[in-house]
């Protein structure tokens, strides 16, 4: 593919991410991502086939800057403590539903059983920011910051709680006030004092 093309691909599944976080997966069609790309039908056909192609692009991109989440800030002699404060307060973002999250249309995505033989959407997305925080847990029981624990386990614990909190944001709603107070508890367990 060649840059001009690769340009292209790329301002299609941009547009696509913001078309599917402010509608969901299972009402965005084509014609939706044409209108945000601002490009013809046939030009988008060239590039992708069907939302579910696009919707799998977006979430590979999203896979890759998952992985890479705490990189760039860690590599800056950012403490451990505030490169997880950054990562609870777009937790929180998510949580509670901001725009430009994809929460929801991966919940649709993967409820409608369009994932197909391939690993679930949603677990790569949830083993990738384990992944992530994991490597950071472990920066912080080095530089001292974090109390000694099983980075690995603990990582899976927190995950796990985002993620219920998530569902209940989106079940039975979730102040502000909620997700701040679990979030702390979250942090006073990794926090060395």
Known sequence: MGERSAVKKQLIVDAARRVFADKGYKDVTMTDI???????????????????ELFLEV??????????????????DAAAVDVLMLFFREQKREILGKKGDLSMAVYEYCFAGEDG????ALKRRFESAIRALERLIEAGIDDG??????????SR???????????????M???????????LALARGLVAE
């Open 34 to 52: 044409v209108e945000a790309c601002g490009i013809s039908r046939g030009g988008l056909y060239l590039y992708f086939g069907s939302t579910r």
């Open 59 to 76: 979430m590979r991109a999203e896979e890759g800057m998952d992985d890479d989440v705490f990189a760039g800030q860690l590599g800056e």
């Open 117 to 120: 033989k391939e690993e679930p």
């Open 145 to 154: 910051s974090f109390y000694e624990v099983d980075a690995r386990e603990v």
């Open 157 to 171: 614990n927190v995950m796990y709680a985002l993620e219920g909190m998530r569902i209940c944001s989106r079940t």
């Open 173 to 183: 709603g979730l102040t502000e006030a909620e997700v701040d107070g679990e979030l």
